[in-house]
């Protein structure tokens, strides 16, 4: 697991003992990610076998959450979890949560008994009838809720942005997209994207190695958001590749954003550590959307409106307007 999303894990599971985190390996070995989680595996299992932690038909039941993350959405079940001292299973309110390939996030919040609320009786010779439960006990468990929701929906967050260069990931701007093509139907407005990709990535990869790369994928992105409008939407499309959604946007208009876009990244010196500078290029093909156009052949005109840019020699501009 990345450090960012280790750091807001830790942020949001200090008050929260009995809610536990892994990391799913590969779809069959569980590592703990919390205090909680590493009381259920004991130090010498770790990481531990999916068999050894959930009984029989969990199993079966995270194997159908791992195809629903496949499809690129959040899979929620009631999964029965071992006790490593009584060996008893506990149901847990389960949620998994793709992060990157071969790797998810489980949490797992035990659902609360059926008698949470009830009130100790007295032991007297008359029954008393129970009481309701007091407002302290009402707020304790509510603030437990509270705190615990506050997690789940930072865990959606996360699994809705890259985590390198914090914007969409591309799961997200197609499901933007899908809503955004949607609304040209209905009104009509233009609409245009630009996908754009780093020149010879491979070479620099090459050169400088990862780091450096993921400090100029960071740095492509931040410049993109600081030009663009609040309305457009960036997500991260592959390992080079950017989308850019320019709502309202004719093809020119997308144009004279790519060509303002590509001139600031060419002029900026990025820092890539021990004193380094570099500076980059990107080529950027542009589609605007057609009354006959789906999701796919949408993005598939951007996409060889790029390599079209990519032909031209690089750091430039192609619209691909059919």
Do not use: W
């Not at 750091?7 to 536990?20: C, F, P």
């Not at 959405?73 to 071992?82: E, G, I, W």
Request: charged fraction near 25%; proline fraction near 5%; glycine fraction near 4%.
């Amino acid at each position: 697991m990345d450090r960012a999303t280790r750091q807001i894990l830790e942020k949001h599971l200090n008050d929260i003992s009995e809610v536990m985190v892994f990391t799913l390996i590969h779809g069959n070995l569980l590592t703990p990610q919390n205090q909680a989680a590493r009381q259920l595996i004991l130090a010498s299992k770790t990481p531990a076998l999916v068999t050894e932690v959930l009984d029989e038909k969990s199993v079966e039941k995270l194997a159908t959450m791992l195809a629903d993350v496949g499809q690129d959405r959040l899979a929620k079940a009631v999964l029965n979890l071992r006790n490593p001292t009584s060996g008893r299973f506990t149901a847990y309110q389960s949620y998994l949560y793709p992060v990157v390939t071969g790797k998810d996030v489980l949490v797992a919040e035990p659902l609360p008994a059926p008698d949470a609320f009830e009130v100790e009786k007295e032991e007297t010779p008359e029954e008393k009838p129970a009481q309701p439960p007091t407002a302290e006990l009402l707020q304790a468990y509510g603030d437990r809720r509270k705190i615990s929701t506050g997690f789940l929906r930072t865990m959606e967050t996360l699994a809705r942005v890259d985590q390198l260069t914090n914007v969409h990931n591309r799961r997200t701007i197609i499901e933007i997209l899908d809503d955004e093509s949607s609304r040209f139907l209905r009104y009509g407005q233009p609409m245009s994207i630009l996908m754009f990709c780093v020149d010879d990535f491979k070479g620099m990869m090459d050169l400088y190695g990862q780091p450096a790369v993921e400090i100029v994928l960071e740095t492509i992105a931040r410049v993109i958001r600081s030009i663009v409008r609040d309305v457009d939407q960036l997500g991260r499309y592959g390992r080079e590749e950017f989308l850019l959604l320019l709502p309202a946007s004719s093809a020119d208009a997308a144009r004279a954003v790519a060509e303002r876009l590509r001139k600031t990244i060419e002029n900026e010196n990025i820092p890539i550590g021990l004193g380094r500078e570099i500076s980059v290029t990107v080529s950027m093909g542009i589609a605007e959307i057609m009354s006959v156009d789906s999701i796919v052949s949408l993005v598939r005109r951007a996409s060889e409106a790029l390599d079209e840019a990519k032909a031209l020699g690089g750091n430039s501009v192609y619209i691909k307007r059919k």
